[in-house]
């Protein structure tokens, strides 16, 4: 099996900090940038690491827009929170990341020389995202953008190599340069640094229109061109992981065959802010995906070269990332949360958003919804579906307790309707813990009116799934 040819394709378990958009760039395809965006508090931050370490990210991408620091309102944001310079606000980001096994990622445009220096022993890795002419004439994409040119793109290669700090090479494709020029930056970048130990993969990044960018009404590359450039880089680059962002090119799978050979940096927990407007679909859906076209999905870690994996300062992350990884590439089930439960999730557009996690006491949970109309089944009766789906909800959360202790599914459930139950009356799901055989659990659920009324009842049964931590 060659790896033009590969039955396999990799991803990162990843996430984004967005830090702050403030940006002294003004790239005609980027939507991200706002000068006056503020700065993320470093207790958000933290609080924002806890959480993703706790469900099971590897990685985690620093994004911010570029030199942020020449603008008042940050340089007071920095002071406020105890820094002199937004360098010590990214170092004291990436040591907080390390602290709890999250492998930080730094995409914050480019870094002048001097900063640059302070970061060789910071235990992350930085994106540099390169693009293939000049592009700075009236109308341009890089018009109003502030020494944005491949020059300045070879020159932030060399300044990796010279501090000794991994890096990742982006190629924006798509934003107004023409197919011999794209290509043919590829292949002088792949001379110029396709041996570099420093360099752990390639990302190709092609356009999409957003709203709020000025190209928005540019079309995408058509998916022949796609296919070109990524043949082109793996021309450029036999030995080094080739991705493309899943979320912005649907026909991915079809690219393995050119030589795409990893996804690259998914942000299953967080979505793309960058991207906003591009669902980034979960691991189910792409495993599903893939093995339509008969390819498997595995994890992987950010770093891949053993000049960046054997740095004092991430050895003990790196250590427990790739326990975590190995035993999750041998879990059959993945259990992750993303924020898009149908009942609680608040990333789901079309869910329900009921804070339920705020509602568990010990392993009793207790919420109050008022069902709108088009929750019904027959006029104004709310859908048995609903109820079912809000108990088992409730239940599933009593069994896991306050402090979620374990994690459990849905074995079976047994509902009995008592009564009809009216759309737009407040209704109080209410269940507990009843008891425990093995890893098997067991739950009651009510669905009561404000009179006391009982409508609904549910007994479940919810079977122990260990994290991908515990499992032997």
């Given at each position: ?341 149908f009942v609680c999730g608040s990333r789901n557009s079309g869910g329900l958003h009921i804070p339920v996690h705020d509602s568990i006491k010990g392993h009793t949970c207790s919420f109050t919804w008022a069902p709108g109309p088009v929750y019904q089944s027959y006029a104004g ?92």
């Amino acid at each position: 099996m060659t790896m033009n040819k590969c039955a396999s394709i990799s991803y990162i378990f990843s996430s984004y900090i967005e830090l702050t958009r403030t940006c002294h760039q003004s790239c005609g395809y980027c939507s991200f940038f706002k000068e006056d965006c503020p700065l993320l508090p470093i207790e958000t931050l933290g609080q924002k690491l806890e959480d993703l370490s706790k469900r099971g990210a590897t990685e985690v991408v620093f994004l911010s827009g570029e030199s942020p620091q020449n603008f008042p309102h940050i340089q007071i944001a920095l002071n406020k929170n105890g820094f002199s310079s937004y360098a010590d606000y990214l170092l004291e980001a990436c040591s907080m990341a390390l602290e709890k096994n999250l492998m930080p990622v730094l995409e914050v445009g480019y870094l002048d020389s001097f900063t640059l220096e302070r970061f060789t022993s910071a235990g992350c890795s930085i994106r540099i995202n390169i693009v293939s002419a000049p592009l700075a004439g009236t109308g341009e994409a890089l018009e109003k953008s502030r020494g944005r040119n491949p020059s300045t793109g070879r020159a932030a290669i060399e300044a990796m190599h010279a501090n000794q700090i991994p890096y990742s090479i982006g190629f924006v494709i798509g934003i107004g340069e023409s197919e011999e020029e794209r290509l043919k930056l590829v292949a002088d970048i792949g001379r110029f640094c396709t041996a570099d130990p420093y360099l752990q993969d390639l990302r190709i990044l092609p356009f999409q229109p957003t709203p709020g960018c000025s190209m928005r009404e540019r079309p995408p590359l058509p998916f022949n061109a796609i296919t070109r450039i990524v043949e082109k880089v793996r021309e450029a680059f036999p030995v080094h992981h080739i991705s493309l962002p899943p979320h912005l090119c649907y026909r991915f799978p079809e690219l393995v065959e050119a030589g795409l050979n990893d996804l690259g940096s998914v942000p299953i927990l967080t979505g793309d802010p960058v991207h906003e407007k591009f669902d980034v679909p979960s691991f189910e859906t792409l495993k599903a995906r893939l093995e339509k076209h008969n390819i498997q999905l595995y994890e992987r870690d950010t770093l891949s070269t053993p000049a960046a994996l054997n740095r004092p300062e991430t050895f003990a992350a790196a250590s427990s990332i790739r326990e975590l990884i190995e035993r999750r590439n041998l879990s059959k089930l993945n259990l992750i949360d993303n924020d898009h439960c149908f009942v609680c999730g608040s990333r789901n557009s079309g869910g329900l958003h009921i804070p339920v996690h705020d509602s568990i006491k010990g392993h009793t949970c207790s919420f109050t919804w008022a069902p709108g109309p088009v929750y019904q089944s027959y006029a104004g009766i709310v859908h048995g579906g609903i109820l079912s789906t809000l108990m088992d909800e409730a239940m599933g959360y009593a069994v896991m307790g306050e402090n979620s202790e374990l994690v459990a599914v849905t074995a079976d459930m047994h509902i009995r309707y008592l009564r009809p139950t009216p759309i737009g009356v407040p209704l109080t799901v209410a269940a507990t813990l009843v008891g425990q055989r093995k890893n098997m659990y067991f739950a009651r659920a009510s669905i009561i009116l404000p009179d006391g009324n009982v409508l609904a009842e549910a007994e479940g049964r919810f079977a122990e799934i260990k994290k991908p931590g515990e499992l032997k």
